[in-house]
C-alpha cells in the first residue's frame, strides 16, 4: 500500500472551490490523504467560507490562510496581460484574445485592412481610442525590450505580496495542487514556492479554455491537468512544457460521465450564449424562430420547451437586451438563473444558492433532447451526457470575435469539428436540416470515450488527480 500523502490545495477565491465542493472531490482525496487548504485569509472571514467550511469539516486536515495583497493581485494581472503580447505570435488564441479586447463588438470585417474595416474604425475612433489607452501599458510591458526586465521586478512585487512560500513551508506537504482560472498572483507565488522548497506542483486549470487561451505561464508546475488530450499538445508547446508533464484527466463535473437515455428528455432545447455581448447570438436566434415559424404545421411547438441561456452577465445593457429580446421573441423562454444574475458561476450569490442553480443547470441538461451551443462549456456537459449539440458558427459575414472566427482560431475549440455529436452550422441551411432531423429522429450519440476531446474513464476525477499526484512525487 502506498503511504498517505500529505496535499495542500491552494485556491485564489472561494469560487475556484464551488465545483470541487459539490462533487466531493476533497471528501474522495481525504479517504487515501491529508488534505490541507489554504486560500487567502479575507477569503475566510466571510459567510460563503463559513458556509462552505461545514460542507468541508469531515475532508480537510487543516485550514490556513495567506496573505495576498491587492499589489500581488494587480501584478499577477499584469504579467499575464504583457504575456499575451509577448507570445501573441505563437497562438492565434493570443491573438485572438487581443483583437477582441481592441475590436470586440465593433462588428468589425476579419479582414481589418478592408476599406470597411477602416471605415468602422474611424466611426468608433473615440471607443477604440479608450481601448488602446486602456491597453497600452500591456503592450508596452510585453515588447521584447522590457519584457525581460519588467517581468523579474513584477514577478518579485507579486511574491513579496503574497505569503504562500511560509504557508507551504510550514505545511511542507509531499505535492501542492494549485486551482487556476487564470495566471494570477496567487499562481506564481505558489509555483515559485514549490520550486524553491523542492516539492511537487500541481496546476488544475478548472474551465475548458483556461489552459490554453488566457496567457502563458510565467512559472510552470511540475504537472498541468487539462481537459482532454487535443490541448495537451498546444499546452506543451504554448507552455514549453515537456508533453509528459501536461496530463488530460477531463473535468471534475464530469467525473465518469453521466450518459443520459433519450425517454428521459423533456422536450427542451436549451440554446446556449458564449461571448460578453448577448447581441452576438440574435442572428442565429432569429434563424431558429424562423425555422419553427414555417414549420408549424409539422413541429408540435407545446412539446418543445426552448430555453435560452446566455453567457452569465449583470451588465444592464446586456439584461436589457435579453428580455426585450424575449418579448419579442416569445416563443424563447429566458432561463430564469440568468436573467436574475443567480447562475453557478456567479461569485455574488451564496454557496447554497450556487449548488441550487448547479442542480437547476444539470436538471436542464438532463430532461433536454438536443443542445445548441456557442462555443462553451456546455457542450462538454452535454455531450458526456451523450446529448447532441449544434454549434451555430455562420461563416457569411463572420466578423471578429464571431462564433466562426473562434471555432477556427481558438485552440480548445478547433478540436469540435471532429468530436463525435457536434454537428456545425456554417449557415441558416444547415441550422435548419440539423434542428429538423434532430426533432423527427431524436437519439443520444455515446460520447467518444477516448479522452481527445470529451475526457471520461472508469476513474472518477478524484482518482485521476491522484494517479498524476503519485507520479509526479515519484519522479522527485
Known amino acids: 500500500m502506498p503511504p498517505r500523502r ?76 504583457a504575456l499575451t503580447y509577448r507570445y501573441r505570435k505563437t497562438s492565434e488564441s493570443y491573438h485572438v484574445r487581443i483583437l477582441e479586447s ?127 488530450t487535443a490541448i495537451q499538445q498546444v499546452c506543451a508547446r504554448l507552455h514549453k512544457m515537456p508533453l509528459s508533464a501536461v496530463v488530460a484527466v477531463g473535468s471534475v463535473e464530469i467525473g465518469k460521465g453521466r450518459e443520459t437515455r433519450i425517454d428521459q428528455a423533456a422536450g427542451v432545447v436549451p440554446l446556449i450564449g458564449a461571448t460578453l455581448d448577448t447581441k452576438s447570438s440574435a442572428n442565429w436566434l432569429r434563424a431558429i424562430d424562423n425555422f419553427f415559424e414555417t414549420r408549424k404545421q409539422q413541429v408540435d411547438e407545446k412539446i418543445v420547451k426552448l430555453v435560452w441561456r446566455p453567457y452569465p452577465t449583470a451588465d444592464k445593457n446586456n439584461l436589457d437586451f435579453m428580455r426585450s429580446f424575449a418579448v419579442e421573441h416569445p416563443r424563447f423562454e429566458l432561463d430564469k438563473d440568468i436573467e436574475a444574475s443567480i447562475s453557478h458561476r456567479s461569485s455574488k450569490i451564496t454557496f447554497a444558492q450556487t449548488q441550487a442553480a448547479y442542480d437547476r443547470y444539470i436538471r436542464m441538461l438532463e430532461r433536454s433532447s438536443f443542445v445548441v451551443s456557442e462555443g462553451t462549456s456546455v457542450i462538454v456537459d452535454a455531450r458526456a451526457r451523450g446529448l447532441a449539440v449544434i454549434y451555430p458558427a455562420f461563416k457569411k459575414e463572420a466578423v471578429v470575435g464571431s462564433q466562426w472566427h473562434r471555432l477556427n482560431t481558438s485552440n480548445h475549440l478547433k478540436g469540435l469539428r471532429d468530436t463525435t455529436g457536434v454537428f456545425i452550422a456554417e449557415d441558416e441551411k ?47
Request: proline fraction near 4%; include cysteine; charge should be positive.
Open 102 to 228: 481592441l475590436f470586440g463588438g465593433f462588428d468589425l470585417p476579419m479582414q481589418i485592412r478592408s476599406r470597411r474595416a477602416l471605415f468602422i474604425l474611424f466611426k468608433r475612433r473615440n471607443e477604440l481610442a479608450r481601448r488602446i489607452v486602456h491597453e497600452f501599458p500591456a503592450m508596452v510591458r510585453g515588447t521584447r525590450a522590457i519584457f525581460w526586465i519588467w517581468s523579474k521586478v513584477a514577478t518579485r512585487r507579486v511574491e513579496s505580496g503574497c505569503s504562500l512560500i511560509s504557508i507551504v513551508k510550514s505545511i511542507d506537504p509531499d505535492v501542492t495542487v494549485t486551482l487556476m482560472q487564470r495566471q494570477a498572483g496567487f499562481v506564481i507565488a505558489s509555483i515559485g514556492a514549490g520550486r524553491k522548497l523542492g516539492i511537487p506542483t500541481l496546476l488544475i486549470p478548472y474551465k475548458w479554455d483556461n489552459a490554453s487561451s488566457k496567457s502563458p505561464l510565467i512559472k510552470t508546475p511540475t504537472r498541468m491537468l487539462v481537459y482532454n
Open 6 to 81: 500529505k496535499i495542500l490545495v491552494v485556491a485564489g477565491n472561494l469560487s475556484h472551490l464551488d465545483q470541487f465542493v459539490i462533487h466531493g472531490f476533497f471528501k474522495e482525496l481525504a479517504q487515501d490523504t491529508d488534505v490541507y487548504l489554504t486560500l487567502p485569509e479575507q477569503d475566510r472571514a466571510t459567510d460563503r467560507w463559513r458556509e462552505v467550511s461545514r460542507k468541508l469539516e469531515d475532508s480537510l486536515h487543516e485550514v490556513v490562510g495567506y496573505e495576498y495583497s491587492s499589489r500581488s493581485k494587480s501584478s499577477g494581472y499584469q504579467i499575464g496581460a
Open 430 to 476: 444547415e441550422l435548419d436540416h440539423l434542428l429538423a432531423d434532430f426533432l423527427k429522429n431524436p437519439r443520444r450519440i455515446p460520447p467518444d470515450n477516448t479522452g481527445e476531446n470529451i475526457f471520461t474513464d472508469d476513474r472518477s476525477y478524484a482518482r485521476r488527480v491522484l494517479d498524476v499526484v503519485e507520479d509526479a512525487i515519484n519522479e522527485r
